[in-house]
Structures are given as C-alpha cells and as structure tokens.
C-alpha cells in the first residue's frame, strides 16, 4: 500500500514538475511523434553565442503562461543552428559537416537552419500537424508579444490572414492574457 501512495505522489509531482518548464526535444523526436499524435511544432532556434537567444530563455520561456500554453499545444523543439545533430526532415537527412566541437563562440551553420532560410537568431519556427513549414518570426519576443503568435498558429487563425491589412486587423483584436 505505502508503494502505490509512493508511486501517486511520484507521478503526480511529476505532472506538476512537467508544467514548471517547456518539455523540449529534437525535431527527430517531433516529427516522430506527430505520427502517432499530430500536433504543430515550435521550434526556437539559437545558439550559443546569440544574447538575445539566452533573454529568450531567461524571460520568455521562463514565463507559467508560456509553458503552459507551448506545452499543451505544440511540441516544442530546441535547434541549435550551429549544432552538429543530423536532423532527417521530408526524406532528406541535414547535417552540419563543417561543426568544429572545439570552436568557441561562432560555428558552422547547420544545413537544416539553411533549409529554412533562417533570417537571424533567435527565430521562432512553427510547422504544421503534418511536418509542413508555416512561419519563422525572428527575433526575442516578450511573453506578451509572443502570445499573438502563439495562438493565432494553434487556433489556425493564420490561414485566414492572407494580407497585410487582414493582419493588422487581428493585431488590433487580439487580446492577450499573458
């Protein structure tokens, strides 16, 4: 008896441990789990050198509402651009053949970050249930700024946003709750 209330609080704790920060994985792992329960990805791409990456995780996914949210509608990824993890996406596999282990600071840019034609770091990279690419937003976002975007993907409001004057409008709509 003592057991199965040990293991119940294990587990629950767990849960609760679970929501204290964003469950982060490779895109590999992602793109293995859509099949077997689709759902979008959120990718944060950085690396190490980036500061406006390290505020990112130090503000913005610090954040309970952040978490939360990314957490229960995505399956979040964190890709170093300069990694040397293969990453096998739409058949192909991208490596980073030029990654040197012992560089400091800048390396090489990994193929897969090119693939995406990635405009700067950090960016926030969003795909459909599917694997399909939807978006890159470039920069650090505040939870409050990153919220728009974060929602309107999930919710699928984006494929309604055809032009600018559509998305200003939203913009002007949205309320966060962050």
Not at 18 to 23: F, H, K, N, P, S
Not at 138 to 164: C, H, R, V
Request: hydrophobic share 35%; with cysteine; aromatic share 16%.
């Amino acid at each position: 008896m003592k057991s199965i209330v040990l293991l119940l609080s294990l587990l629950v704790f767990a849960q609760f441990n679970a929501q204290d920060e964003i469950q982060w994985m490779t895109m590999n792992d992602a793109l293995e789990a859509q099949k077997q329960s689709p759902k979008k990805i959120f990718m944060d791409v950085y690396t190490h050198w980036c500061g406006p990456c390290k505020l990112l995780d130090k503000n913005t996914f610090s954040d309970k509402n952040v978490i939360k949210f990314i957490n229960s509608n995505y399956y979040p990824v964190k890709f170093n651009a300069e990694g040397p993890d293969p990453i096998t996406y739409e058949d192909f596999t991208y490596t980073n053949p030029n990654y040197q282990p012992e560089r400091k600071g800048r390396n090489a840019t990994h193929f897969f970050a090119d693939a995406l034609n990635i405009p700067g770091y950090p960016s926030l990279i969003f795909f459909e249930e599917n694997g399909k690419l939807i978006q890159a937003v470039p920069g650090y976002k505040s939870p409050q700024e990153l919220e728009i975007y974060l929602k309107m993907i999930a919710n699928d409001d984006y494929k309604e946003l055809t032009t600018m004057e559509a998305w200003e409008a939203y913009q002007k709509k949205f309320k966060g709750t962050f």
